[in-house]
């Protein structure tokens, strides 16, 4: 069949009897997405999208498969998003008093910096209690620990804070300490991940 240029090959072709089924499926051509846009240009255009799931399933275990798996997803981001928040956190502790006169109100400039670097050592115990306790449940590989690696650099972080918290000329750094420990933490996390296997089989 040629269509404005355009050869199809039939496959198939059903009969219905509208009165039955309610519809006429030898109204509706199927077809490739990269020919659809050969036909219509390269548009927006979508009149329909149909999806196609292993016919084993049944529709409750089609929609499963289709939705994200959300306790993973946590399991899994918890730790480094918390990781990359301390590195925003840490970010303000410099500049606090040049925040505040400009009115930003940056959650350093809120709490102060003393009650803002009493929150970096719950920071970092969070995050790797995040990724631990998967560990401790069975969940994850014990290769997973790897994730300690940022810990240096977390207790380094800690320590120029605690003393010099409302210096800025002194902790200008501390954004890259923290760095250093999301930056190590996840290599570490990724690594005793990818380790799992060669866990699981020796």
């Not at 255009?45 to 084993?56: H, I, M």
């Not at 990781?83 to 303000?92: K, M, N, Q, R, Y």
């Not at 560990?135 to 972080?157: C, I, K, M, R, Y």
Request: hydrophobic share 45%; charged share 15%; with cysteine.
């Amino acid at each position: 069949m040629n269509y404005i240029r355009i050869n199809f090959n039939i496959i198939n072709c059903n009969s219905y009897n509208i009165k039955t089924s309610g519809d006429d499926e030898e109204r509706i051509i199927y077809m490739p997405i990269s020919t659809a846009q050969q036909i219509y240009g390269n548009n927006d255009f979508v009149d329909q999208v149909n999806l196609t799931y292993n016919p084993k399933l049944d529709y409750n275990e089609a929609r499963g498969a289709a939705s994200i798996p959300w306790g993973t997803a946590w399991m899994l981001g918890a730790g480094p998003a918390l990781a990359t928040t301390l590195v925003l956190f840490c970010s303000h502790f410099h500049q606090a008093e040049e925040d505040a006169a400009h009115g930003k109100c940056s959650p350093v400039v809120r709490l102060g910096t003393a009650r803002a670097a009493a929150l970096v050592p719950w920071f970092v115990a969070l995050t790797l209690a995040l990724e631990w306790v998967p560990v401790l449940h069975g969940d994850w590989p014990p290769t997973v620990l790897l994730s300690a690696l940022g810990l240096p650099a977390g207790v380094q972080l800690m320590r120029l804070l605690q003393r010099h918290h409302d210096r800025p000329e002194l902790i200008s750094g501390s954004k890259f300490l923290a760095l250093r420990f999301q930056g190590w933490n996840g290599l570490g996390l990724s690594a005793g991940l990818a380790l799992a296997r060669v866990w699981t089989v020796g």
